[in-house]
């Protein structure tokens, strides 16, 4: 039993180093992903995002809608 988790544990360590090896030799090369074009988690400006709007919930028919916006919904008695 030994024999075998020592067995494992060399294999395990042999893909890990060869996993770093290949990220290394592709960061070496530029075959990673471009520096100029950051990952999506990178991206935290929101100079491109649309402006948030503040919602309302209709207490009548439950239709969520922008607070400046006051355009019935067709009830008689939506008071949007």
Do not use: N
């Amino acid at each position: 039993m030994m024999r075998f988790l020592v067995l494992f544990a060399l294999f395990v360590a042999l893909i890990w180093l060869a996993a770093r090896r290949a990220r290394d030799l592709a960061a070496r090369l530029g075959l990673g992903r471009e520096p100029d074009r950051p990952a999506a988690r990178d991206r935290t400006s929101t100079a491109d995002a649309a402006p948030v709007e503040a919602m309302v919930e209709c207490p009548v028919c439950r239709v969520w809608q922008p607070s400046g916006h006051r355009k019935p919904c067709g009830r008689p008695d939506c008071p949007y």
